[in-house]
Every structure is written in structure tokens, then in C-alpha cells.
């Protein structure tokens, strides 16, 4: 089994920064791909950014600019560096991970998530 925790959300006023962090476990060989989702209060889970093992990135448009994605392979850690926050940026924030156990197939595991509010 392979546990995904994030950490890092909070309380922060527009215009301010924010760093995720999310952390894999457990019966991990390999992992492919990571990525952070976010879904909003009554709306559906929406891509933020992903990135691969070999460092390549992808993003919403929407998001290009503000915020990056980064990975440690080592530890098996993805991070969300999130500045310049906005209002509507408040989500819950999932962190993604598709992990090589045991096996040869890839599984797609997904953390609890973790909070991001902006307001003043």
C-alpha cells in the first residue's frame, strides 16, 4: 500500500505565497508521474500541474506564471510553490502520484488533501 500526505496548506491574504509539499510511501519501485488537482466548494477536482520523474512539467493556462511544480526523486516528494495568491484559488489541493510497487503496473494514488484559503 503507498500512502500520499500533504502538507503545507493554510490561511493567507491575496497577493501571498504558499509551498505544498506532499510525501509518498509505503511499496513504492518507481513513480511516474506526480501532479496537484484542486477542487473548489461544488465544483469538480481540476488540474493544477504535473510533472515526471525525468522533470517534465505541465500546467493549467491558467496558472502558468504563478505557480511551479518541482520534485525531489529521492524522497519521493512533489512540491506546489503557489505565489501571488488569489481569492479564488481557495481549494482543497490533492496530491497524485502514479506508483510501481510489487508489480508491473502503475496504480494511481491520491492524498487526503490539503486546505488553501486566501483572503484578507
Known amino acids: 500500500q503507498v500512502q500520499l500526505v500533504e502538507s503545507g496548506g493554510g490561511l493567507v491574504q491575496p497577493g501571498g505565497s504558499l509551498r505544498l509539499s506532499c510525501a509518498a510511501s509505503?511499496?513504492?519501485?518507481?513513480?511516474?508521474?506526480m501532479g496537484w488537482y484542486r477542487q473548489a466548494p461544488g465544483k469538480q477536482r481540476d488540474l493544477v500541474a504535473t510533472?515526471?520523474?525525468?522533470?517534465?512539467?505541465n500546467y493549467a493556462d491558467s496558472l502558468k506564471g504563478r505557480f511551479t511544480i518541482s520534485r525531489d526523486n529521492a524522497k519521493n516528494t512533489v512540491y506546489l510553490q503557489m505565489n501571488n495568491l488569489k481569492p479564488e484559488d481557495t481549494a482543497v489541493y490533492h496530491c497524485?502520484?502514479?506508483?510501481?510497487?510489487?508489480?508491473?503496473?502503475?496504480?494511481?494514488?491520491w492524498g487526503q488533501g490539503t486546505q488553501v484559503t486566501v483572503a484578507s
Open positions: 510533472i515526471t520523474s525525468g522533470g517534465s512539467t
Open positions: 497524485n502520484a502514479e506508483v510501481r510497487g510489487s508489480g508491473s503496473n502503475y496504480i494511481r494514488y
Open positions: 509505503g511499496s513504492i519501485f518507481s513513480i511516474a508521474v
